[in-house]
């Protein structure tokens, strides 16, 4: 297999002397870091895709484990995920954070039911095992988090 021939930005050590350029080291050590990733990824087998997004490994998973299952089934899963895909659909997998997840699982609690995030985080947790077992992620970020409980709304008290 062929490799093609990367370079690494190091930082230079300072001389003293004026360089001309207001530059710091910080450029390189981003350069390094962006080439750095995808390299421990290749070595650990994940195929690092940019363009691969949540919207279509939902769509992935739908259409591979989940292909079998009934008709409501499919149809309740969907349902179920369609507004998580809303919020984060066109997010690249390889950039979702942990972060991100809990912040649209917080923001689908507003108007959905404890069952319902809870049932949405537990088939994203699915799916990304899922692009995880195919080697299009490193690691699984919405396990990490745990689903938010929906706080009731503010009424009368119980007799």
């Given at each position: 297999?062929?490799?093609?021939l990367v370079?690494?930005?190091?930082?230079?050590?300072?001389?003293?002397?004026?360089?001309?350029?207001?530059a710091s080291p910080?450029?390189?050590?981003?350069?390094?870091?962006?080439?750095?990733?995808?390299?421990d990824g290749?070595?650990?087998?994940?195929r690092?895709?940019?363009?691969?997004?949540?919207?279509?490994?939902?769509?992935?998973?739908?259409?591979g484990?989940?292909?079998?299952?009934?008709?409501?089934t499919?149809?309740?899963?969907?349902d179920?995920l369609?507004?998580?895909?809303?919020?984060?659909?066109?997010?690249?997998?390889?950039?979702?954070?942990?972060?991100e997840?809990?912040?649209?699982?917080?923001?689908?609690?507003?108007?959905?039911?404890?069952?319902?995030?809870?049932?949405?985080?537990?088939?994203?947790?699915?799916i990304?095992t899922y692009?995880?077992?195919?080697?299009l992620?490193?690691?699984?970020?919405?396990?990490?988090?745990k689903?938010?409980?929906?706080?009731?709304?503010?009424g009368?008290?119980?007799?």
């Open positions: 297999m062929y490799w093609p370079c690494r930005a190091e930082p230079q050590p300072k001389t003293g002397k004026a360089s001309g350029s207001s910080q450029p390189g050590r981003r350069l390094s870091e962006k080439i750095e990733k995808p390299r290749l070595a650990k087998g994940i690092w895709s940019a363009t691969h997004c949540v919207e279509q490994a939902v769509e992935d998973w739908l259409g484990p989940m292909a079998d299952r009934a008709g409501k499919l149809s309740t899963q969907r179920i369609a507004p998580l895909t809303e919020i984060i659909g066109k997010r690249p997998l390889r950039e979702l954070e942990a972060d997840v809990s912040k649209a699982l917080i923001k689908l609690a507003v108007t959905r039911s404890t069952r319902s995030i809870r049932d949405t985080r537990a088939s994203f947790v699915r990304i692009t995880q077992a195919r080697g992620v490193g690691r699984n970020v919405v396990a990490l988090i689903a938010r409980r929906h706080s009731p709304p503010a009368r008290a119980s007799r």
